[in-house]
């Protein structure tokens, strides 16, 4: 009865294991590869897939030889040469099935609905479908769970806000622009607040960033390494008018952006907004610019706080994510279930089928001479009357399915089992 | 002329329908996550049922024109800007927009039905539907701006304030901006057109069609503040809360010459009773 194979989920994650332990158990992809064949030919899983990453390691399948699982475990050594079992989480069914779940929705993340994990789910689902290593359970599964992650992303918030303080300036100027095409940006100063910002911006989609630093070279070094155009720092006034962005990262001891500069510059762009973020302390832009009414200046502290609103938020969002993630995975238990009855079934009426035709031929040949149409009769009937005392029998089966029964199924399942 | 009112039932049907995307978008948890997410197909079903209405109703009685339909009518405006807006960067805008549908609908339902006193002196005429049209177009895109206008307003306000408890989840400023104007130059392009149709059939029709008319009057002084709001974004350079505060007055202006002049003042345009 294939409802009895166990699906497990063995490996490791940051949750469980040091850098030191993760780099030597991580596989890249020939080496999954060969991990997949090698498994199923030592008989240790009949299905398996291998998720590898630089933050865990894991291994779904189902399982066929336990203690050849354990030996393929016990080959991997830590930076002491210590085995790695302590490491080691073994999740089984129902929680084997949340975890994958878990991992692929982001909610295992080290950062909590990070993007990356569900590609990588997707690519480790990739590497199993071409060495043939899914099959009834783990095809599911997989197809199952790229579609749980899919609907947590969209049901929750949970990958709305990003991390860092220079993806909360990439929020911010969302929430200003809608979107960074055909948007400027002015860096002011190398400091390296100012960079991080500068390059999540650039990343999200700015169209240009032009760079004055009070020495010129520093400009040009910079503007070398990131695409940036650098500009003459004398000149801040008529740049600050192309500028939609302005990121303020200088160790000046005072306002070097002042709100009659950011007046004049707003009347020189025919008052389209303009973002600003000063990133240095003491600050660099005059805090009453943001009086002015298209400017919105934020501080480095304004930055800090929605970095804070947006792990809030992630954290929340979670929560919904979670309970989401545990209702599939029950509905997912579920299905396979049935599914794997349906044969268990199909296979019942199959051997009552064959017990009824050699019984009516047998009757036939004894009372030998029959009419067609008394033939045609004594079928319907003998097919009605098993069909009839079968059906509650199918019924009780298919209700303990349901109900997840599986020591009920095989007891009701037993008269069927065929002699070996 | 339909004493009664309009032909009651399939309003309240999209009055249903309005609800639900109403409470879709205020209290998604209370329907769960699932259901709130169907609010713009909901939507375009209250809006196929309120034109299937209104066409129903105009073949019915002939000439289906007061107070009730009017309102109705832009009812319909505000539902057919909710289906073209959900589908952007706006839902959010949604959660104005289907209540004021709501309560619109709500009001066509119960406010008295009289007919125009114009009417009484010129008859049914083609002008009429044409006239009423234009007119009703451009105060739903009016009606629109100002809802664009004010969300725009509590973007601004959290943004100025620092608070980030909504950030990302609402529309960007820009995007309200340039949305707030589009409707605002839409429906000052429609009431314009409908000044002009009624000014013809006027002087087609009436009498004396320079006798002062309250509400003619105080709709081309709407029509010159929304004239003058794009005059000062488009030649000044001045958007984002200057163009939200007119496209706020002047449509609160606009309610009060629809729902307050027809009753209180005397003209062509008052309901006759």
């Not at chain 1, 475990?73 to 080691?88: K, S, V, W």
């Not at chain 1, 929680?95 to 590609?119: C, Y």
């Not at chain 1, 290593?133 to 049901?155: F, N, Y």
Request: proline share 3%; charged share 25%.
């Amino acid at each position: 009865m294939g409802a009895s194979q166990r699906i497990l989920a063995v490996g490791l994650s940051h949750h469980t294991a040091p850098v030191e332990v993760r780099e030597r158990v991580s596989m890249d992809e020939s080496a999954v590869r060969r991990t997949l064949s090698r498994l199923r030919s030592d008989g240790a899983v009949d299905e398996v897939m291998v998720l590898s990453t630089c933050n865990r390691m894991e291994l779904y399948g189902t399982v066929t030889n336990e203690d050849a699982l354990r030996a393929f475990f016990g080959q991997f050594r830590g930076p002491a040469g210590e085995r790695i079992d302590p490491y080691l989480y073994w999740y089984r069914d129902r929680e084997a099935v949340h975890h994958l779940f878990k991992v692929a929705s982001s909610l295992d993340s080290l950062v909590l609905g990070e993007p990356q994990i569900l590609g990588q789910v997707k690519e480790a689902v990739r590497l199993a479908e071409e060495e043939t290593s899914l099959g009834k359970v783990l095809h599911p599964l997989a197809r199952r769970t790229l579609s749980v992650a899919k609907r947590v992303r969209s049901e929750t918030d949970i990958g709305r806000s990003r991390v860092g303080i220079g993806n909360a300036g990439v929020d911010l100027a969302m929430q200003i622009f809608g979107g960074l095409a055909g948007k400027k940006a002015m860096l002011v100063g190398v400091g390296e607040m100012g960079r991080q910002v500068a390059q999540a911006l650039m990343t999200a989609g700015l169209d240009e960033l032009l760079i004055a630093n009070r020495t010129f070279e520093r400009s040009v070094e910079f503007a070398e390494e990131t695409g940036a155009t650098p500009v003459p720092y004398e000149r801040l006034q008529d740049y600050l008018a192309r500028a939609d962005i302005v990121l303020a990262a200088t160790g000046a001891q005072k306002p070097i952006i002042t709100q009659d500069m950011v007046r004049t510059s707003l009347r020189q762009r025919r008052y389209h907004t303009v973002f600003l973020i000063d990133l240095s302390v003491p600050r660099n832009i005059e805090a009453s610019v943001d009086d002015l009414e298209e400017a919105y200046l934020f501080n480095i502290d304004d930055l800090s706080q929605v970095v804070e609103e947006g792990r809030k938020a992630r954290e929340e969002a979670a929560h919904a994510a979670e309970a989401l993630v545990r209702e599939e995975a029950e509905r997912f238990l579920q299905s396979l279930r049935t599914v794997d009855v349906n044969d268990d079934l199909r296979r019942v009426m199959q051997s009552a089928e064959l017990m009824r035709k050699a019984e009516l031929e047998r009757s036939v040949k004894l009372t030998r001479a029959l009419e067609p149409k008394q033939l045609k009769s004594l079928d319907a009937l003998t097919k009605a009357l098993v069909k009839k005392v079968l059906h509650r029998q199918m019924m009780a089966i298919r209700e303990a399915a349901r109900e997840g029964d599986l020591e009920r199924v095989k007891i009701l399942l037993e008269p069927w089992e065929e002699e070996p | 002329m339909v004493e009664e009112g309009v032909e009651r039932l399939p309003y309240i049907v999209v009055i249903a329908a309005w609800a639900y995307v109403t409470v879709g978008h205020l209290l998604p948890e209370v329907m769960g996550a699932r259901l709130a997410e169907r609010t713009r197909a909901v939507a375009v079903f209250a809006a196929a049922v309120h034109v299937l209405a209104l066409v129903v109703g105009a073949v019915a009685s002939p000439h289906p024109v007061g107070l009730p339909e009017a309102i109705s009518a832009m009812s319909l405006g505000l539902g057919v800007a909710y289906v073209w807006l959900a589908q952007r960067q706006l839902r959010a805008v949604g959660m104005l927009l289907a209540p004021l549908a709501l309560v619109l609908l709500g009001t066509a339902l119960v406010v008295p039905h009289h007919s125009v006193t114009a009417l009484e002196e010129t008859g049914y005429s083609a002008w009429l539907p044409i006239h009423l049209g234009l007119i009703f177009s451009g105060l739903a895109g009016f009606a629109v701006s100002s809802v664009v206008g004010l969300m725009f307003l509590y973007v601004r306000k959290n943004l100025k304030e620092k608070r980030f408890s909504a950030i990302t989840r609402l529309p960007s400023l820009e995007v309200l901006d340039r949305f707030q104007f589009r409707a605002m130059l839409f429906g000052f392009v429609f009431l314009t057109l409908g000044i002009g149709a009624g000014g013809a059939w006027a002087a087609a029709s009436l009498a004396d069609p320079w006798a002062f008319d309250p509400k003619i009057a105080f709709t081309l002084l709407i029509w010159a503040w929304y004239g003058a709001a794009l005059q000062v974004r488009l030649v000044s350079g001045r958007r984002g809360r200057w163009t939200a505060l007119f496209s706020i007055v002047g449509f609160a202006g606009l309610v009060f010459s629809m729902v307050g002049l027809n009753f209180l003042l005397s003209g062509w345009h008052s309901y006759g009773g």
